[in-house]
């Protein structure tokens, strides 16, 4: 045989691997049987965490599929801490309140650098104040998985929670065989990591029979299985539906984002949208639901983080087709269940600026901001006192990629003005916002003077960002700035990995 | 105004302050503030508070007052109620639009 290989022409060209050499033993055993063994199963996290090779000084990444409800970050750290771990770099799809313990990790020395699209509660406010000596590394979702995708960030071992899994490692955030187990819906953020780490392990509480379809995760992505009886809490990682707003300021803010879609000429047959999760954003849904049905027109598709009223609009036939990165509640996980064309797309092609993605195909995005400064800047990072406290999300990534992005907020909220001369910190450049919706006015970014027109023409009044800003302060005065230390403890990347601001520890003294 | 004795206004919700009064006899206006707002806004409110103790002629008094994010206009009518209150006073002379 071999001297037969050494006779065909040019076979350096066409392989490498030699002659056929024997098929090796057959299985002759059922399925069945043959189930359960030769799999990915191991008995503990502590033997998956050494069979996957992990050393001081590695990356390790989760995923935020399970929100408030997470246990496996939290879990995953303490073995690690207590198996004497440390100067791991902690790669995060997002960070949350219940994530409050890995403070004593850092302190212990077991984290020493962190990155993820946002932090909250005790946690956000203890790296404001300086516990990390690495900056915290925000970045988008976009921004994310394009860094994980080029090798920027590289992961070592992801720690991935399943709400089901097969012995080989085929995952999802649902499963097709019962109707009990927990559920998150769409597993986006997860499927980068797992497709792009060196190891992967899934966690889960539902191992199911071989083959887990439909999958978010495949197997061939999976290295090790671990089951625990604790992912999540089911009631932290979604509850019912998301409910609309009954807030009238919130109302009146989401029906004029509806009328200035209309107006500006992006509600059509077969447009394409995004809406955010918030209560204003959120509202904005029902308004053009009503619009859509005066019109008898239908929606394409939309995309991002699905809600309730977004796939109850689908049902009723109104929106031909969904792409879920994220499912943010149990309605919605269930409609990616149960409907065909709501479909399960993963943050590299909701959002990656280094391929055309999903974002790129959409009409307009409405999104919320905690602060909007004069240059159209959006803040959705820090609050009002200059602590940490939500998440980038895709906002730069849809800001971007949207034909009209919409920013809706309130004029003020308490005694804070929302519109103020300069953001604490920018997430979103102004380059990529077009309209800002508040209770009080409306103002269009001078770089789009054709939506200003139409707005006018359609009645409605368009105010300059300086008047609203002017407006803002006339009512609430003048705040005194935050008080910030020279020391940098968070640095924000845009959607293609530059550097577009940095957070500065708090001043306290 | 002469302060006779201990009197409040005010509620603890959003956007409003509570005022509590106490006369005293000397030591000048001692003015003990919490705001939900004190990093953008506990300058101004203290500042709006002193005004208007100045004005309804008040030199001495403990003045505590829980902020939870009031605009200037609700910080002067509150702690204006509680000294009319604790002068015993029913017939102060009230602006609008100022």
């Not at chain 1, 050393?55 to 198996?83: E, P, W």
């Not at chain 1, 998301?242 to 077969?270: F, H, W």
């Not at chain 1, 959705?380 to 730069?396: E, F, K, Q, W």
Request: glycine content about 10%; hydrophobic content about 40%; aromatic content about 6%.
């Amino acid at each position: 045989m071999d001297e037969l290989l050494h006779t065909i022409p040019h076979i350096d060209r066409i392989s490498h691997r030699g002659a056929f050499a024997g098929a090796g033993a057959k299985r002759t055993e059922t399925f069945r049987a043959r189930s359960g063994k030769d799999n990915k199963v191991l008995p503990s996290l502590e033997e998956a965490v050494r069979a996957a090779g992990l050393r001081d000084g590695m990356t390790i990444s989760f995923h935020h599929h399970f929100r408030g409800g997470d246990h496996v970050v939290n879990q995953v750290l303490d073995t690690l801490a207590a198996m004497g771990f440390r100067d791991l770099t902690l790669a995060a799809s997002s960070l949350a309140d219940v994530h409050a313990p890995l403070i004593r990790h850092i302190q212990n020395g077991v984290v020493t650098h962190i990155e993820t699209s946002g932090l909250r509660g005790q946690l956000a406010e203890e790296i404001s104040r300086g516990l990390l000596e690495c900056p915290v590394v925000f970045r988008s979702h976009g921004g994310r998985a394009a860094a994980i995708g080029s090798g920027e960030v590289h992961i070592d071992v992801a720690f991935l929670g399943a709400p089901s899994c097969d012995p080989y490692g085929n995952a999802n955030g649902y499963s097709r065989d019962d109707d009990t187990s927990i559920a998150c819906g769409s597993m986006g953020y997860a499927r980068t990591d797992a497709k792009y780490a060196d190891k992967v392990i899934i966690l889960t509480n539902n191992l199911v029979r071989y083959p887990n379809a439909p999958w978010a995760i495949p197997e061939y992505d999976v290295d090790y299985i671990v089951v625990t009886d604790d992912i999540g809490d089911p009631a932290g990682i979604m509850s019912g539906a998301t409910r609309y707003t009954k807030n009238p300021k919130e109302l009146l803010i989401a029906q004029t984002a509806a009328n200035v879609i209309d107006a500006a000429g992006y509600l059509y047959d077969g447009f394409s949208m995004q809406m955010g999760s918030g209560g204003a954003s959120l509202a904005v849904a029902r308004f053009l639901r009503q619009m859509m049905l005066e019109k008898k027109i239908r929606c394409r598709f939309a995309l991002g983080g699905i809600t309730g009223q977004i796939t109850a609009m689908h049902e009723e036939g109104m929106i031909d087709r969904i792409l879920d990165v994220q499912s943010f509640d149990l309605d919605a996980a269930l409609s990616l269940k149960k409907n065909r064309f709501h479909h399960q797309i993963d943050a590299t092609y909701y959002a990656s600026f280094l391929f055309a993605a999903a974002v790129d195909q959409l009409d307009f995005v409405i999104l919320s901001a905690l602060e909007i400064d004069t240059n159209f800047n959006v803040n959705v990072l820090t609050g009002s006192d200059g602590v940490i406290r939500g998440a980038i999300g895709g906002h730069p990534d849809t800001a971007a990629g949207a034909s009209l992005s919409v920013v809706v907020a309130p004029l003020t909220r308490g005694r804070i003005p929302t519109v103020i001369d300069r953001v604490n910190t920018i997430v979103t450049p102004g380059a990529v916002v077009d309209v800002v919706v508040t209770d009080q006015g409306i103002a269009v970014n001078p770089r789009r003077p054709e939506v200003a027109e139409k707005l006018k023409k359609a009645g409605m009044k368009v105010y300059t960002i300086q008047q609203l800003k002017d407006r803002a302060e006339a009512l609430a005065g003048r705040p005194d700035p935050i008080r910030y230390k020279d020391r940098i403890v968070g640095v924000v990347m845009y959607r293609d990995n530059t550097v577009i601001d940095v957070i500065r520890q708090i001043d306290e003294d | 105004m002469d302060l006779k004795r201990t009197a409040v206004a005010g509620t603890m919700e959003s956007s409003d302050i509570m005022v509590t009064v106490e006369p005293r006899e000397s030591g000048g206006i001692v003015l003990e503030l919490t705001s939900s707002v004190m990093k953008q806004y506990g300058r101004r409110i203290e500042q709006v508070i002193r005004e208007t103790a100045a004005e309804l002629g008040v030199e001495n008094a403990l003045i505590c007052a829980v902020d939870k994010g009031a605009l200037d206009c609700t910080v002067r009518a509150r702690t204006g109620a509680a000294l009319f209150r604790a002068a015993e006073q029913e017939n102060g002379t009230w602006e609008v639009g100022r």
